[in-house]
Nanobody, 125 residues
């Protein structure tokens, strides 16, 4: 089992940047693929980005591609989401998650069993 705690959210102006962190507890962190999702008010939680256990594979939603970068440091049990050129539509609670079901697609919520509590990102226009 792994416990996840996100941090780094906040209020930023459009065009600005934020770096989210997700700290994991547990010795097996390095064996999990990790994902970032977000949920805006009144909307469903949506996939943002994911990374394989060793960082060799990454995948992004169309909205994140070219602006966001996911990375991980297994020595620190941490996964990151660097967000640049932020837009008001990026406003949401951002969650990190550990992928446990390898038979479901990386962007599928059901592939992830362990979730953090979320961190709020607000982008003002």
């Amino acid at each position: 089992q792994v416990q996840l705690v996100e941090s780094g959210g906040g209020l930023v102006q459009a065009g600005g940047s934020l770096r989210l962190s997700c700290a994991a507890s547990g010795r097996t962190f390095s064996s999990y693929g990790m994902g970032w999702f977000r949920q805006a008010p009144g909307k469903e939680r949506e996939f943002v980005a994911c990374i394989s256990w060793n960082g060799a594979f990454t995948y992004y939603s169309d909205s994140a591609k070219g602006r966001f970068t996911i990375s991980r440091d297994n020595a620190k049990n941490t996964v990151y989401l660097e967000m640049n050129s932020l837009k008001p539509e990026d406003t949401a609670v951002y969650y990190c998650a550990a992928r446990t079901n390898i038979y479901l697609g990386w962007s599928t919520r059901g592939a992830y069993d362990y979730w953090g509590q979320g961190t709020q990102v607000t982008v003002s226009s």
